[in-house]
């Protein structure tokens, strides 16, 4: 990785500058058009000055901050509320393995790691996915760390090491656990279970689902894997990664920034998101917005972006979409080679989204291909119509649909085939169903992709 000294320093301060002053002008605007004697004045520019100014001092605000997970509690069956406490169990420099925790509640039969992706958002960004499983199962999740506030004595942080995070955690949970692994992660989970069939079968997890993940980048073009082709790796390391400013803990280390990332996500569906913010701003002005309401709850968490690692970035770029080492099985950790074909006791079930504009149709499915040695009736896919991206794991399509197949999946699965344990789910499903139906704190946002 060159150095780019002081010029990278000050490329991602100005960055964080322009966002600063953006807020600050929002929270100008919400102050002088609020002040009392402006409501003598029958105008409604005023109105719209100080919705603008919330909206706008909300919105930047919410670039640098981790958002909270805000789990509510779950009803349980003797009539009280099980409160949920999420506990690091397993820390680590550059993600920590976290545990939801219910308490007063018996050990649940399903035991469940979401790897979260680390593409700009935070873990919280599956929150109404793990909200949606925790009736159900003992949820685990990992939570990746921002780039920015870790120290350069931590040392680098590439796609060799996040696969041997993955390794350590499947380790720590034992062969019981189900893995359901979303997006940017799908095709590294499958490289740490492949390593752990090699070097330590007792290890392995019981089913992997991969949702939405880049298995085979070439099997459908996407704008994403379009952008990939068509940039080197030289101009992609000039554009795009910077070095980390004086404000954080991770100063001078090299990133690819949250907020060069957040614009690229809004690119991407420029005309949605513009219409989103029009007409929240003359919600607010007309005096019918909340605190609470649809667009804040997306935006809140959507807005919310972390920095990567420089490595992390140019290696996934470099290896996963441009080498293709996954897709080919040449994938390699300390120039040891990946065998995928070393798979043949973990269930494997892939999820793809019809209208994934992200890691399109073909791309995930490509796991089963390359897991030849997992027999048939341990493979399942599933495609979703009508579905997009961020549908298929936190959206409606998730809720009603995906999850609950998910869920028949694991149980296809479970040691010893738990009648005892199908039965108590039968009787109590309906009611869990209904729970994960309701729209959940990211609402039908589906429409906007990760």
């Known amino acids: 990785m060159k150095y780019k000294g002081l010029r990278g320093i000050i490329s991602y301060d100005a960055l964080e500058a322009i966002r600063n002053t953006n807020e600050w002008m929002?929270?100008?605007?919400?102050?002088?058009?609020?002040?009392?004697?402006?409501?003598?004045?029958?105008?409604?520019?005023?109105?719209?000055?100080?919705?603008?100014?919330?909206?706008?001092?909300?919105?930047?605000?919410?670039?640098?901050?981790?958002?909270d997970w805000k789990i509510p509690s779950i009803a349980g069956e003797d009539g009280q509320d099980h409160i949920i406490y999420v506990e690091p169990v397993l820390e680590k420099d550059f993600g920590d393995l976290v545990h939801f925790r219910v308490a007063r509640r018996d050990p649940m039969p399903r035991k469940v790691l979401i790897i979260?992706?680390?593409?700009?958002?935070?873990?919280?960004?599956?929150r109404s996915t793990v909200a949606s499983l925790l009736p159900d199962c003992d949820v685990y999740i990992t939570d990746w760390h921002n780039a920015r506030d870790i120290p350069v004595s931590a040392?680098?942080?590439?796609?060799?090491?996040?696969?041997?995070y993955l390794v350590e955690f499947f380790r720590f949970l034992g062969p019981d656990t189900n893995v359901i692994a979303i997006c940017?992660?799908?095709?590294?989970?499958?490289?740490?279970?492949?390593?752990?069939?090699?070097?330590?079968?007792?290890?392995?997890?019981?089913?992997?689902?991969?949702?939405?993940g880049p298995i085979d980048p070439d099997a459908a073009a996407t704008e994403v894997t379009d952008f990939g082709n068509r940039m080197t790796m030289g101009e992609l390391e000039h554009l795009m990664i910077q070095q980390v400013g004086f404000k954080y803990r991770g100063?001078?280390?090299?990133?690819?920034?949250?907020?060069?990332?957040?614009?690229?996500?809004?690119a991407m569906n420029a005309e949605t998101h513009t219409s989103a913010f029009i007409d929240k701003i003359f919600a607010e002005a007309r005096g019918e917005g909340s605190e609470h309401d649809r667009h804040n709850k997306f935006y809140d968490e959507y807005l919310s972006v972390m920095d990567m690692t420089a490595e992390f970035y140019l290696s996934t770029v470099e290896r996963i979409f441009k080498g293709l080492e996954i897709a080919k099985n040449e994938f390699t950790v300390d120039g040891k080679k990946v065998d995928l074909g070393k798979i043949k006791d973990v269930a494997i079930m892939t999820v793809e989204g019809a209208n994934d504009d992200i890691s399109a149709p073909g791309q995930c499915v490509a796991a089963l291909r390359l897991?030849?040695?997992?027999?048939?009736?341990k493979k399942v896919e599933h495609l979703e119509p009508g579905a997009g991206h961020y549908g298929?794991?936190?959206?409606?399509?998730?809720?009603?649909n995906i999850r609950p197949l998910v869920l028949d999946f694991i149980d296809d699965n479970l040691a010893g085939n738990d009648e005892q344990f199908r039965r108590r789910r039968r009787k109590s499903g309906s009611a869990a169903e209904k729970a994960a139906a309701a729209p959940a704190a990211n609402g039908d946002a589906s429409r906007v992709t990760h």
Do not use: C
């Open 392 to 400: 298929i794991f936190a959206g409606k399509s998730w809720r009603l």
């Open 251 to 266: 100063a001078g280390r090299m990133v690819y920034p949250g907020l060069a990332q957040l614009s690229s996500f809004i």
């Open 116 to 126: 979260a992706p680390m593409s700009g958002h935070y873990a919280t960004l599956t």
């Open 26 to 67: 929002g929270a100008s605007a919400r102050a002088i058009a609020s002040y009392p004697q402006f409501a003598l004045m029958p105008n409604p520019m005023f109105k719209l000055m100080s919705a603008w100014g919330r909206v706008t001092e909300r919105s930047f605000a919410r670039m640098v901050i981790k958002p």
């Open 371 to 377: 897991a030849t040695n997992v027999p048939a009736n």
């Open 155 to 164: 040392g680098k942080f590439d796609i060799e090491d996040y696969t041997k």
């Open 184 to 212: 940017q992660p799908a095709p590294l989970a499958l490289a740490a279970t492949a390593i752990l069939a090699e070097e330590d079968p007792a290890s392995q997890p019981r089913t992997l689902t991969l949702i939405g």
